[in-house]
């Protein structure tokens, strides 16, 4: 049974990077990239591993 009265609240912290390009009037590109350290949350509640987690998101956008 898992205690979530008593376990931290650290879920953990994040931190990201972004780009954005406006190519033409009605074309855009963004993209990020992100970095996740994970907190003691993790292990005290057994919920998840507690390892770090990177991710990755790239978007285009047509405006008409």
């Not at 406006?22 to 998840?48: D, I, K, N, R, S």
Request: glycine share 6%; charged share 10%.
């Amino acid at each position: 049974l898992v205690d979530l009265q008593n376990a931290s609240r650290n879920i953990g912290q994040q931190i990201d990077f972004g780009f954005f390009y406006q190519a033409t009037h009605h074309l855009q590109f963004y993209a990020t990239y992100l970095h996740f350290f994970a907190g003691p949350f993790y292990t005290e509640t057994a919920t998840a591993e507690k390892r770090p987690m990177n991710g990755v998101m790239l978007l285009t956008e047509f405006a008409f």
